[in-house]
């Protein structure tokens, strides 16, 4: 399949990140290229962009857009060959581990997180990401993540329950799980249309004409849950500190509250010089700040863009340089 996705927000993390020649840089979701091409150009052959992506299609898409074959050089106008670019797959939050591997330990000028799905994620009709289609139920952005049927047909209901209310924020997690019990007790949930309707037979008859579709909360829960999303962005953002240089730039997009939270606490935690409870009469953990905050309030798509791209309309972007 042919991969599609377009980046949000690019005129703004290149801003914030400031590209210059020669220096280095990490995107930690490659998805479609669009924030490894443009900084890669901007940093030209003297600079370097190591980009991650745990999605061996990503990787295969931007092998082809940045060195494409010859036979298809004459008719992909938008093809071009970079050869400071460096691909690899796997999960960020291995992220030292990477860049020890493939940069050599190098401090870094900047680093970018979009953490959203791709168009192409959410057409492949190999995988489930999306309630639209009927595919089978597998939300895994690479290998070695939990399998989405086995949340849904082997974890328990005060697990199925926990995560559809915390990490989809959904007011009928209760009796969704519920009727999810009681479908897989005659039959396994396989694929995205079971779901979908084993949802709909759960919710009240109103919920099934509100503005957003009523099985969006629950997709985001499993998908999160299937890939440990929050765990993993916890995991990765002290990493992300620790590699950057100084003066050097973190900008972070993310589409949902519970991710926004985790990038908002930990830029915050990190532009402080103590972080102690604050009836501690004197200072203990002797933290000293990392960061100084970029953005004082969140950064959003601009109504232009939302137009072009409504995948667009959710995106938070926070940006922080480092001490």
């Given at each position: 399949?042919?991969?599609?996705?377009?980046?949000?927000?690019?005129?703004?993390?290149?801003?914030?990140?400031?590209?210059?020649?020669?220096?280095?840089?990490?995107?930690?979701?490659?998805?479609?290229?669009?924030?490894?091409?443009?900084?890669?150009?901007?940093?030209?052959?003297?600079?370097?962009?190591?980009?991650?992506?745990?999605?061996?299609?990503?990787?295969?898409?931007?092998?082809?857009?940045?060195?494409?074959?010859?036979?298809?050089?004459?008719?992909?106008?938008?093809?071009?060959?970079?050869?400071?670019?460096?691909?690899?797959?796997?999960?960020?939050?291995?992220?030292?581990?990477?860049?020890?591997?493939?940069?050599?330990?190098?401090?870094?000028?900047?680093?970018?997180?979009?953490?959203?799905?791709?168009?192409?994620?959410?057409?492949?009709?190999?995988?489930?990401?999306?309630?639209?289609?009927?595919?089978?139920?597998?939300?895994?952005?690479?290998?070695?993540?939990?399998?989405?049927?086995?949340?849904?047909?082997?974890?328990?209901?005060?697990?199925?329950?926990?995560?559809?209310?915390?990490?989809?924020?959904?007011?009928y997690a209760r009796k969704i799980t519920q009727e999810i019990i009681k479908y897989r007790?005659?039959?396994?949930?396989?694929?995205?249309?079971?779901?979908?309707?084993?949802?709909?037979?759960?919710?009240?008859?109103?919920?099934?004409?509100?503005?957003?579709?009523?099985?969006?909360?629950?997709?985001?829960?499993?998908?999160?849950?299937?890939?440990?999303?929050?765990?993993?962005?916890?995991?990765?953002?002290?990493?992300?500190?620790?590699?950057?240089?100084?003066?050097?730039?973190?900008?972070?997009?993310?589409?949902?509250?519970?991710?926004?939270?985790?990038?908002?606490?930990?830029?915050?935690?990190?532009?402080?010089?103590?972080?102690?409870?604050?009836?501690?009469?004197?200072?203990?953990?002797?933290?000293?700040?990392?960061?100084?905050?970029?953005?004082?309030?969140?950064?959003?798509?601009?109504?232009?863009?939302?137009?072009?791209?409504?995948?667009?309309?959710?995106?938070?972007?926070?940006?922080?340089?480092?001490?």
């Amino acid at each position: 399949m042919k991969y599609k996705h377009v980046p949000v927000m690019p005129r703004e993390v290149l801003e914030y990140l400031n590209p210059q020649v020669g220096q280095y840089f990490i995107d930690c979701t490659l998805g479609g290229a669009g924030y490894t091409i443009a900084i890669a150009k901007m940093v030209r052959n003297n600079g370097k962009v190591l980009a991650i992506d745990a999605d061996k299609l990503a990787i295969q898409n931007a092998e082809f857009l940045i060195s494409p074959p010859a036979k298809a050089r004459h008719w992909r106008a938008g093809n071009f060959q970079l050869s400071n670019t460096i691909l690899v797959q796997d999960n960020y939050k291995n992220l030292s581990k990477i860049v020890k591997e493939h940069f050599n330990n190098k401090k870094v000028n900047g680093i970018v997180f979009d953490l959203g799905l791709s168009t192409a994620q959410l057409e492949d009709r190999n995988r489930g990401f999306s309630f639209q289609k009927d595919t089978p139920l597998d939300m895994a952005f690479g290998q070695n993540e939990n399998k989405t049927t086995d949340i849904v047909n082997k974890w328990s209901q005060a697990e199925l329950e926990k995560i559809i209310k915390e990490y989809g924020e959904e007011r009928y997690a209760r009796k969704i799980t519920q009727e999810i019990i009681k479908y897989r007790k005659n039959k396994q949930i396989k694929t995205t249309k079971q779901l979908v309707e084993i949802i709909k037979s759960a919710v009240p008859h109103k919920y099934l004409f509100s503005k957003i579709h009523p099985a969006t909360r629950t997709f985001q829960a499993l998908r999160i849950a299937t890939n440990n999303e929050l765990e993993n962005l916890h995991i990765t953002l002290p990493q992300a500190v620790d590699l950057l240089s100084k003066k050097g730039r973190l900008v972070v997009i993310s589409y949902h509250s519970l991710e926004d939270r985790i990038v908002k606490k930990f830029i915050k935690q990190e532009a402080k010089d103590c972080i102690c409870p604050k009836d501690y009469p004197a200072c203990r953990c002797q933290h000293q700040a990392r960061l100084k905050i970029l953005t004082k309030k969140i950064i959003r798509p601009t109504e232009e863009e939302v137009l072009n791209n409504p995948k667009a309309r959710s995106a938070k972007l926070r940006a922080a340089e480092k001490i």
